[in-house]
C-alpha cells in the first residue's frame, strides 16, 4: 500500500463507519459513500470516474442485503474492490503481436515520462518472452536520448538504430523498420520525441511515422504523477494518432493513484504494462486485481 497509502487510508475511513451495523442500509451507507468519495477525489481520480463509481457502488451496497457470516464492512469492501477491478479494465490486456515479422511498437509521450527508459524495458520485457527485437531512436531532437537510448540499449543487449539527428522522424522510421525486416526480427519498438506540452508539430509528426510504421501497438507513456490530466492526455493522444493502450510509469513514486483509475473508464484504451523503478527489469503487465488489492491494502 506504500504508493496508494493516501487512498487506502480514506477507504479504510469508510469502512470503519459500518463497524457494528447489522446489515448495510440506505442510511447507514451515506457517511461511507462521502468518505469513498473524498478518498477518490483526493487521489486525483477524474471527477466524472468517481461520480459513476460511487453510484455503481451504493446501487450494489443496498441491493445485496445481508449475506450470512459476511459483516456489512466486508461487504462494503468486496463490492469496492470488485468495483475498482471493473474500472481499471478487468482483465490484463496483453500486448498484440502482428501476425507475421515484425510487430511494431510505436512510443508516444510527453517529454520526460520515461519514455526512452520504457523502449528499453520494453525490449528486455520481450527478450524474456523470447523474442527477438530492436529499438529505433526516434528522439531526433534530442542528442542526448539518443545516446541514452544507445546505451540502454547496449546494458539489456538489443541492438539500436539510430542515425543522429539530422533527420525526420518518419525517415527514421522507414529506415529503421527496413534495419529491422532485413535482421529479422521479432519485434520491433519506436521511441519518439516527447514535448513539454501537446502541440500540433508533435502529432503531426507522430500520425506520419504511424503511417510509415503502421504499428500493432501504439502504446503512450504516462507519468502516474501526471494524476487528474492523465485520462485526458489518452484521450486527447487516442483522438489524434490512435493509441493501442497506455504504459503507466513511475508507479513506484509517491503517486495518489488517480492515474491508474481513471485511464481506462475515460478514454476507453486500457493500460498494458507499468513501470514502477528505474532498473530496466522494473515493467510488468498490468494487473486490475493486485491493483485493486493493493490499493485496499
Ligand atoms: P523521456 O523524456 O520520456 O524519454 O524520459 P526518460 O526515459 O529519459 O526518463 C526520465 C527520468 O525518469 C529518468 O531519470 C528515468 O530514470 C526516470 N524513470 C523512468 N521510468 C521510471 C520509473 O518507472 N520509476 C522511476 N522512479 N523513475 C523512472
Known sequence: AEMFGQLTGGLEAAWSKLKGEEVLTKENIVEPMRDIRRALLEADVSLPVVRRFVQAVSDQAVGTGLIRGVKPDQ?????????????????????????????????????????????????LYLKKLGKSCMLIAGDVYRPAAIDQLVILGNQVGVPVYAAGTAIKPAEIARQGLQEARQKNVDVVIMDTAGRLQIDKAMMDELKEVKRVLNPTEVLLVVDAMTGQEAAALVTTFNVEIGITGAILTKLDGDSRGGAALSVKEVSGKPIKLVGRGERMEDLEPFYPDRMAGRILG
Open 75 to 123: 461487504q462494503l469492501v468486496k463490492i469496492v474492490h470488485d468495483e475498482l477491478v471493473k474500472l481499471m479494465g478487468g482483465e490484463v490486456s496483453e500486448l498484440v503481436f502482428a501476425k507475421s515479422k515484425p510487430t511494431v511498437i510505436l512510443l508516444a509521450g510527453l517529454q520526460g515520462v520515461g519514455k526512452t527508459t520504457v523502449s528499453a524495458k520494453l525490449a
